[in-house]
């Protein structure tokens, strides 16, 4: 199993609401990542977690919040979410230090 | 920080074509990655090139890794409309995989 899986493809929510994105991989990689990407632009570092735990915070509002249960498992909670936050989300793992595997990612927009 | 450049920014052409895309930097890459993106999808890996002067061949697309290790092309023969999509190069520095910003390429029919 080569597939990063990330659910929902499409999300639309409010700038009340509170939702999850989901990630997960079954190719044993120990370094979990969540990436956002807004259109024509590459994909932009939010949170890195290695073996586990949070390694690196690229300076992401508190609005966004990571979780990461087990290894095989990354969660990207979304609260009081803005506009400007509007973007495809994509979550990737890896063996340390190697090549990303990136899910198909999730097209959130925040009304 | 390490800064990656690609270039062109877009490139469009008639299907048939050969083309070339580059990556470079002012510092020495540890490796470097492809990556192709197609829209509203994940970016996909092609291909690590690690030594200095290495070349590798995925049927159609050629990536060469410069002497020195600060850049790296890609070049696709006879490209085809599959081949349409965001191309990434990418380096893996500070527990980090820093991108390029892009070349985004369309192939006409």
């Known amino acids: 199993d080569t597939e990063v899986t990330q659910t929902p493809k499409h999300l639309v929510m409010g700038m009340t609401n509170k939702k999850s994105l989901k990630c997960e991989q079954h190719?044993?990689?120990?370094?979990m990542y969540w990436y956002k990407q807004k259109a024509k632009k590459p994909p932009e570092l939010m949170f890195v977690?290695?073996?586990?735990?949070?390694?690196i915070n690229e300076s992401v509002p508190s609005r966004f919040s990571p979780e990461c249960p087990n290894s095989s498992l990354l969660n990207l909670h979304l609260h009081a979410l803005q506009p400007e936050d509007s973007a495809l989300y994509l979550c990737a793992s890896s063996k340390v230090g190697r090549e990303l595997f990136f899910g198909s990612g999730t097209q959130l927009s925040v009304l | 920080t390490q800064l990656l450049e690609q270039s062109p920014q877009f490139l469009s052409i008639q299907e048939g074509e050969n083309l070339t895309v580059y990556c470079n930097s002012s510092s020495v890459f540890s490796s470097l990655q492809w990556y192709r993106q197609e829209p509203g999808e994940g970016p996909v890996l092609l291909v690590t090139v690690v030594t200095g002067g290495e070349v590798k061949k995925l049927k159609r697309l050629t990536f060469q890794f410069g002497d020195a290790r600060k850049d790296s092309s890609l070049h696709i023969t006879a490209a085809q409309p599959g081949d349409t999509g965001l191309y990434l190069c990418a380096e893996y520095y500070g527990q980090n995989f820093v991108f390029g910003p892009g070349t985004r390429l369309s192939v006409l029919p």
């Open positions: 190719m044993g990689h120990r370094a």
């Open positions: 977690y290695s073996y586990e735990k949070l390694s």
